[in-house]
């Protein structure tokens, strides 16, 4: 089992950055893939950005050039810089690692971009 623990979301206004933390702890040894997904109200969860062993990195169309995915692997920790924030990326956060082709979820953290 793996055990993820998020934080660092907020209120921001438009323009502005944040970023999210997500620690993994338990059985984190054979994590292939760690990132971030988001839901909106009333719109199905979408991937955001995720990092897999070895580094590579993928992202929405719609965050490219202002997200940031990265991972601690020392640490187990994958985080999320986000920048230039618009009002269209508020959603609730979720992290996610994969184990051993399992999906584990982090609780979810809010960020709502307004003025």
């Known amino acids: 089992q793996v055990q993820l623990v998020e934080s660092g979301g907020g209120l921001v206004q438009p323009g502005g950055s944040l970023r999210l933390s997500c620690a993994a702890s338990g059985s984190t040894f054979s994590i292939s893939a760690m990132g971030w997904y988001r839901q909106a109200p009333g719109k199905q969860r979408e991937l955001v950005a995720t990092i897999i062993s070895g580094g590579s990195t993928k992202y929405a169309d719609s965050v490219k050039g202002r997200f940031t995915v990265s991972s601690d692997n020392g640490k187990n920790t994958v985080y999320l810089q986000m920048s230039s924030l618009k009002p269209e990326d508020t959603a609730v956060y979720f992290c996610?690692?994969?184990?051993?082709?399992?999906?584990?979820w982090g609780q979810g953290t809010q960020v709502t971009v307004s003025s």
């Open positions: 996610y690692v994969r184990r051993l082709w399992v999906d584990y």
